[in-house]
């Protein structure tokens, strides 16, 4: 059996597992969970994280120094950050487009009163900006800060690329490490299919039926938006972009798609995001290992359209109407809160507060949809991850032009 099999099985196993249990025995999902699913899901979690670090530096550095022509990473860099800020743009006004539509704020009862949440203070997109550059490049890599650990390593590599032959002994042991963090991936990936089943019966199991029938029309629509995001704009991104099947893109990448939503986060999908990328979609390893770490960083599509639909529905159970000129403000908000927010903890919600805000709505309506936020943050990060290797997949095509110009000259 094939590991995406397994790995499916284990999903669609802990889900019904964490169902029942939560409607016929509480107490039972209680033991369980203490002793059995949060272990097996904390475990594969941190076999993930722990290789994490590692591969985004190899990888990148590896990535930079493939690709050689300073040049060329500039034109790869500015393609990258477009497609990211575009197709964000994308799926917030797909979020705002469907919630206004449905009006899920305008059924049933809510309990506006009892709605609490403060949220942290995020970085301005400046200040991030300005901190990319780190000032102790160990600290970074303790730390776990992405974008700091992604210019060192681009420094690094451009600087392999520089030195040429003085640094092909250093070249061969990223190389080697690169190669070392990979057979670790495949390693850990054999506990997927466990890691996946524990994560998904908490998850599942700790919300209940409650929660998820009061929000069910919010949820519905979150995933209709998804949905539409995925087969439509990545859909169209890799058939028009990237020429490529995207019923066969998806095919390929389910596996990575799978791993994402059990783990509901995009840096520990990582390393099975660009092997899948790399294997399966057969993305060159420069261009796989520069796009996918960048986009696990900053491209957020899945929860821009969180922040559209919730936005609305907060605004519709608080009978607040918003403007047209309101509606520019959340999408620009919310694209420029994606970048701002990069690398923060709970950075889906902190970005929600950031957009509320900017349309005068209440931040404390974020406690309305707390209940069944970690549900939908499992299929927003699948989305996430969709799209930095659909991006990757566009990338690689459009480089292949400039690789026959530089064969024919």
Do not use: W
């Not at 993930?48 to 591969?55: A, E, G, S, Y």
């Not at 550059?133 to 992405?146: Q, R, S, W």
């Not at 992604?150 to 451009?158: A, E, L, N, Q, T």
Request: contains cysteine; glycine residues 10%.
């Amino acid at each position: 059996m094939k590991l995406a099999t397994k790995i499916i099985i284990g999903l669609i196993t802990g889900a019904i597992v964490g169902l029942l249990l939560n409607i016929f025995s509480p107490d039972l999902f209680g033991t369980l969970n203490t002793f059995l699913f949060t272990p097996l899901g904390k475990i594969f979690l941190n076999l993930i994280n722990m290789l994490v670090v590692p591969i985004v530096f190899f990888s990148i550095t590896l990535g930079v120094a493939g690709l050689g022509d300073p040049k060329k990473l500039g034109r790869i860099g500015f393609k990258t950050i477009a497609f990211f800020l575009v197709t964000t743009a994308i799926a917030i006004i797909i979020g705002l487009a469907l919630a206004m539509i449905i009006q899920p704020g305008n059924v049933g009862n809510f309990d506006t009163a009892g709605a609490k949440f403060e949220a942290e203070e995020a970085p301005s997109t400046a200040e991030t900006l300005l901190n990319i550059v780190p000032t102790n490049p160990i600290k970074a890599f303790a730390e776990g800060n992405m974008l700091q650990i992604i210019v060192f390593s681009i420094f690094v590599g451009y600087g392999i690329t520089m030195l040429g032959k003085k640094s092909s002994a250093l070249l061969n042991v990223v190389e080697q490490g690169n190669d070392l963090m990979m057979f670790l991936v495949n390693l850990v990936m054999k506990f997927a299919p466990y890691g996946t089943f524990g994560l998904i019966a908490t998850a599942v199991g700790s919300q209940g039926l409650p929660a998820i029938k009061a929000m069910g029309l919010y949820m519905s629509v979150v995933v209709l938006a998804l949905i539409i995001h995925a087969i439509f704009t990545y859909g169209s991104a890799v058939f028009f972009l990237a020429k490529y099947n995207p019923l066969t893109f998806f095919k390929k990448f389910a596996p990575a798609m799978s791993v994402a939503f059990s783990t509901s986060s995009s840096n520990a999908t990582l390393p099975v995001s660009m092997e899948t990328a790399q294997k399966e979609l057969k993305v060159p390893e420069s261009i796989s290992s520069f796009v996918q770490p960048l986009g696990a960083t900053i491209n957020m599509d899945g929860t821009a359209i969180m922040q559209g639909v919730a936005t609305i529905f907060i605004a519709q159970v608080y009978g607040v109407s918003l403007s047209p000129m309101e509606l520019v403000t959340v999408v620009l908000t919310a694209v420029l809160a994606s970048i701002g927010t990069a690398g923060v903890p709970g950075v889906g919600l902190i970005m929600l507060a950031m957009v509320l805000s900017s349309v005068n709505l209440p931040v404390a309506g974020i406690g309305l949809i707390l209940g069944i936020d970690r549900l939908l943050d499992m299929a927003r990060t699948a989305i996430n991850i969709t799209g930095d290797a659909a991006c990757a997949l566009y990338v690689s095509e459009t480089e292949k032009k400039h690789m026959n110009l530089k064969e024919e000259n």
